[in-house]
């Protein structure tokens, strides 16, 4: 049976590590890329290799960066030659200071990062999926880009912003066969939340119906039906997994 390819970006931690392992326990060839954590990044390697399904290459790669990501397609088209998926992961959240606190350039730093990274992966990866007429990409957002966060304007703002990119080039993209959609977590327990106070988290947590952080695993376990079971009919969409933080 033909292997499904799915290329995860920012894979080597938290919820793209989990993404990863839930995508080589379906069967998939999982492709990820890291910025700077090579040990976790062979760790993952083995692990996906050690299953002994679809297999995995790691790849050091900065999103944020139009060329590395030319450079990227390169090797994944003399490595696997083509995509069947693409998990834009990758993401920073800054350094949680209010807006005014925040120096010019760290504050687009974030943007460049969150932005950046979904739209080159996309400009530079969906030729592959066009001349194929067939691909899935998920685009990781969040709950702060539909509610906002004190601390977190340009995390949000750009979450919110490939969120419209996404409605907009699954517009451009579905007469390909292509599908585009976002998942939106809550509040997950990575190294991403493992900084933030308990104070805050539980302020956060207080009138949520489950009052817990949600598992990488969930996040990993939506976007493997999203990408493996999901119909096709389902396009444009922000799906969003809180645990009800977001409706409370
Ligand atoms: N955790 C949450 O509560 C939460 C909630 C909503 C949305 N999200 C979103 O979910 C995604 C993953 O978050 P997480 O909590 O798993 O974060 P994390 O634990 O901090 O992991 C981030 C991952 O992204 C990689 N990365 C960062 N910048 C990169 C770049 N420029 N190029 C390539 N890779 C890069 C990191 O690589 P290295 O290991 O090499 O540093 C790492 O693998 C992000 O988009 C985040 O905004 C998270």
Known sequence: MKKTIVLVT???????????????????????????????????????????????????????????????????????????????????????????????EHWWDVI?????????????????????????????TSLSGQKGNAGQSAYSASKAAVVTFSRSLAKEVGRFGITVNCISPGLIDTDMTRDISNEYVANRLVWSPLKRKGGADEVANLVTYMLCDAPSYIIGQELTIDGGLGVS
């Open 112 to 140: 460049h990062t969150n932005v950046g990274s979904v739209t080159n992966t996309c400009r530079v990866m969906l030729p592959m999926m066009i001349s194929r007429k067939s691909g899935r990409i998920i685009n990781i």
């Open 10 to 104: 920012g894979g080597s931690r938290g919820i793209g590590r989990s993404i990863c392992m839930a995508l080589a326990e379906r069967g998939c060839t999982v492709l990820f890329t890291y910025l700077s954590n090579e040990a976790k990044a062979q760790e993952l390697l083995e692990e996906i290799n050690l299953l002994g399904k679809g297999g995995g290459y790691a790849y050091r790669c900065d999103m944020s960066r139009l060329p590395d990501v030319i450079d990227l397609s390169k090797r994944i088209r003399k490595d696997v030659s083509y995509l069947d998926a693409i998990v834009n992961n990758a993401g920073i959240v800054g350094d949680g200071k209010p807006f005014l606190f925040a120096t010019d």
